[in-house]
């Protein structure tokens, strides 16, 4: 039986769909994701930093129409792929992605995150077919007081490392193309804000699931250097069936739907980084431990995110499938199953057969 949160097979399918950011982590299942629904992907993106890659282990350019590896403030040769592709749907996750970066390369982070995304936006104004667009921002978009509340759409915007200011400038950039071109255009352009995102496949720098993977997989303690800091954690395919939902909105909606939208978890998910560090130990297996180690000197972060998401569970209906444990235990099976030499497109797959027929709340199901 289809689940009423599924993506609707029979909307995406030959839909032309252009994906910025397709060799990441969320873009790469976010373009399997597409294509296993029939969508017609053409991805555009900086080549994967780190081998493996989900972009690699799952054949994501083998999925898409089309796969142009290209840096986004690239005008001449992502308009030629925006020509090429026709997109009537636009999804933007292309970013520097990383908070600890952001103190190392605080020019790159801007130039990627603001002005990569002002590019793309006026090569979108010259795009006749182009009926949506989505950008992809952060929960760390707000300004972040850590008073405890969790953020809702019309908070202020802020942040006090680069990272964070580069998504809150993000923000303001696409809410100014909308007013000053797109709704004229009749093209809605909605952002989304989801938390901190975890599942198989990712490998990326100066995450805390590549390292406890790492880790355990070698036999050796994780070690965690801020477990008191609180986070959304979410499965990845949970926000990407809220962009997808969006879109969709985007499309056959009203007006309404062009605006921001927070995709995090029941505030009852949302938990300190030890307690993913324990439940992932305990879920390994094996003797898998963690311990806290505080680096000296460390670039700031900040200690307590909290997404409200009721707007977009009361208007997009869209809710988290997989509570805490959940995702921990879908998350762990899809490393154990890679490193037994399970076949990646395989365990890809059924993340389509997940959505398509779970209940609300699922516990044991895999991507």
């Known amino acids: 039986m289809t689940s009423p949160y ?3 097979a029979a909307f995406w399918s030959g839909r032309r769909v252009f994906l910025t ?4 982590f969320k873009g790469g299942w976010l373009a399997a994701w597409l294509a296993h629904l029939g969508a017609e992907v053409h991805g555009y993106s900086l080549a994967p930093e780190r081998s493996p890659s989900l972009f690699e282990v799952v054949g994501v350019a083998g999925l898409c129409r089309g796969s142009t590896i290209g840096d986004l403030r690239d005008a001449p040769r992502l308009a030629a792929a ?5 997109p009537e749907i636009v999804f933007h996750l292309a970013a520097q992605p990383l908070v600890r970066r952001s103190y190392r390369e605080p020019v790159e982070t801007f130039s990627t995150n603001v002005m990569g995304t002002v590019t793309l936006l006026e090569a979108l104004r010259a795009r006749p077919e182009l009926r949506a667009a989505i950008v992809v921002t952060s929960d760390k978009c707000y300004e972040n007081r850590e008073l405890g509340q969790p953020f809702r759409e019309d908070d202020p915007l802020g942040g006090h490392d680069c990272y964070s200011a580069s998504k809150a400038a993000q923000e303001i950039v696409a809410a100014s193309y909308r007013a000053s071109f797109l709704k004229a255009a009749g093209v809605r352009l909605a952002t989304a804000r989801a938390g901190n995102v975890i599942g198989g496949g990712d490998w990326g720098e100066d995450r805390l699931v590549p390292d406890v993977v790492q880790a355990f997989a070698a036999g050796r303690p994780l070690v965690v250097r801020n477990p008191e800091a609180v986070r959304p954690w979410q499965h990845v395919a949970d926000p990407l069936l809220g962009y997808l939902r969006l879109a969709r909105a985007c499309v056959e909606g009203g007006e309404r739907f062009a605006s921001a939208w927070n995709f ?9 980084v030890r307690v993913v560090a324990e439940r992932m130990a305990r879920a390994w297996g094996g003797g898998a431990s963690w311990r806290a180690e505080p680096q000296d000197n460390a670039p700031a972060e900040a200690g307590l995110l909290r997404l409200d998401a009721e707007k977009a569970r009361n208007d997009l209906g869209w809710r988290p499938l997989l509570d805490f444990d ?3 235990a879908e998350t762990v099976h899809w ?3 890679w490193h037994q030499g399970e076949d990646a497109c395989a365990l890809s797959r059924r993340m389509t057969a997940l959505f398509a027929g779970a209940r609300e709340r699922a516990s044991c199901v895999s991507c």
């Open 6 to 8: 599924a993506p609707d």
């Open 335 to 337: 490393y154990r199953a």
């Open 21 to 24: 950011g397709h060799t990441g």
């Open 82 to 86: 925006l020509a090429e592709a026709r």
């Open 264 to 272: 995090g978890p029941a505030l009852e998910d949302i938990r300190p």
């Open 326 to 328: 959940g995702m921990i």
